[in-house]
């Protein structure tokens, strides 16, 4: 594309492992394949330099959003410049800044061990002004087309930037009037190339104070108004005549019993009772490779039963059946595993759970179950290019079912 290298130069930044996605001013010409490495320093979680293993190996993975809003993941190899300051080094080589717009891309160093993934950092692809006339690489077909519009309005843009700078060096370019802060019109004058004074003001004086008006006509009555406010309680009466008193009435008969009065205020707490005799010790439950009776019953009064699948060598960025040692199959209850890598060399044991995925790796493990009439099978699947080592992995599933 006739990049010309504009922003082929080395860029250095910093990466805190457990740290946030950084945005960086990192800038590189869309399709240009002639840029010096990316240096990155990688930080512990402590802040100092993160000491690289002997052995280790470091990658970068890039994720790109093309024209059409679909995302292309990318991954590389990265150098391992300074084992002893945590630096790694990584070369663009060009597919990485195919399509314009924002690149998000991690890093991850895969030891013996483990691996470690930094978080993301971000860098911009401008689009580059190629000539039209040019043949573009056959990986850049897919967008070119799209691009050509793009350039012939940049073009456009820069003959009108061009021509408005030669009526400046010419003098023949005119600004309109503006009024100053001085309250003055201030006008531009091409021999001194600035704008100046005129000394004439953009707003009069004031005029003098005109006569008064004679008075108007009377206006028509306004509309009824609302009822006032209730006046004030007038003065005690005075006190009435003295009533002799009646003789007394016979008792009433028995009123219904009212309603219940409310609840009384709650009692102290009892004092604590005696133990209890300690009891009956409780049925231990014994995994097996072949089908058991759990003793637990399900919803529907079925009996649950239990086997255990062993798995010697995991399937390898693929899927695999395994069948399991079941006659009667009705329906699975529940289902869950484990898969487990011992090194050769120092010993120790990686564990991970099933079923899993990693979403910034975009690596996972599936399990199912999977039934013909009533036998069944365990569908393992695998994915993600870290895979290739899965092959090592051994698993352990467990799953507990109903038969029919």
Request: glycine share 14%; with cysteine; proline share 6%.
């Amino acid at each position: 594309m006739g990049a010309g290298g504009l922003m082929n130069k080395p860029y250095e930044l910093k990466l805190e492992l457990y740290g946030r996605c950084t945005a960086t001013n990192i800038r590189y010409v869309q399709g240009d394949i002639n840029v010096y490495p990316l240096y990155i320093t990688l930080l512990g979680k402590d802040g100092g330099r993160f000491k690289l293993a002997e052995g280790a190996l470091a990658a970068l993975n890039f994720l790109c959003t093309k024209p059409d809003g679909s995302l292309l993941k990318l991954r590389g190899q990265a150098l391992i410049a300074d084992e002893e300051n945590g630096v790694v080094s990584y070369l663009i080589n060009g597919e990485e800044v195919y399509y314009p717009g924002t690149v998000i891309a991690t890093v991850e160093v895969i030891t013996a061990a483990k691996r470690l993934t930094w978080p993301g950092f971000t860098f911009d692809v401008i689009p580059c002004i190629a000539d039209p006339s040019a043949e573009p690489p056959k990986s850049m077909a897919p967008w070119t087309a799209g691009v050509d519009m793009r350039f012939s309005e940049l073009e456009q843009r820069i003959v009108d930037i061009d021509e408005r700078m030669g009526d400046l060096a010419a003098g023949t370019e005119s600004f309109s009037p503006y009024i100053g802060v001085n309250g003055n019109w201030h006008e531009w004058s091409p021999e001194g190339g600035e704008f100046v004074d005129t000394g004439v003001r953009a707003q009069g004086n004031d005029g003098e104070k005109g006569e008064a008006g004679t008075n108007g006509e009377q206006g028509i009555p306004g509309e009824k108004g609302e009822k006032g406010d209730t006046g004030a309680i007038g003065p005690k009466g005075d006190k009435g005549d003295t009533v002799a008193i009646g003789p007394k009435g016979d008792k009433g008969d028995t009123g219904a019993a009212g309603p219940a009065g409310p609840a009384g205020a709650k009692g102290d707490k009892g004092d604590v009772g005696a133990k209890g005799d300690k009891g009956d010790k409780g049925e231990s439950l014994t995994y097996s490779h072949y089908p058991f009776d759990t003793g637990k019953i399900w919803i529907d009064g079925r009996p649950i039963y239990c086997v255990v699948a062993e798995i010697s060598a995991m399937p390898n960025n693929s899927e695999e059946y395994f069948p399991l040692p079941i006659s009667d199959y009705n329906e699975c209850i529940s289902l869950q595993g484990m898969m487990f890598r011992i090194d050769p060399i120092s010993g120790g044991k990686t564990e991970r759970r099933l079923p899993f995925f990693d979403s910034l790796s975009w690596e996972g493990a599936d399990i199912q179950v999977k039934c013909t009439g009533t036998a069944a099978s365990i569908k393992i699947s695998t994915t993600g290019e870290f895979w290739n080592q899965l092959m090592f992995y051994m698993g352990r599933i467990i799953i507990e079912y109903t038969k029919k």
